[in-house]
């Protein structure tokens, strides 16, 4: 048995929360969003709860930390060999807005 241990700095950390979470909202909205264009009724349950999740994250975790944790010029420039990382995780948030937006004015408008 071979065991490999990878070295992830906190932000390949959230950068990876934040795809994993992007993919699930994704998911969540292309399946809702096929079901009512069928005019089937549909609980929204799943999706609702994770966008609660993403709005309504706990104290010090998610979006807002991120941000101020690893979105800041001073951050960059004490790990100039994370900005790469740094670029993905910003486009990651962006994303994640997206989403969030198209998939509320989804519910609301449906």
Known sequence: ??????DIS????ALLEME?????????YMRYSTL???AQVVSTN???MALN????????????????SYLTPDYVTSHPERSDSVNKLRAAVDSQV?????TTESIVHD
Do not use: H, I, W, Y
């Open 36 to 38: 009512a264009k069928a």
């Open 46 to 48: 799943p999706l609702s």
């Open 53 to 68: 999740g993403v709005v309504d994250t706990p104290a010090g975790g998610g979006v807002a930390s991120f941000r101020t």
């Open 98 to 102: 997206r989403v969030k937006c198209r």
């Open 10 to 13: 906190p932000v390949e950390n």
């Open 20 to 28: 994993q979470k992007n993919k699930e909202l994704n998911s969540l």
């Open 1 to 6: 048995m071979q065991v490999e241990v990878l």
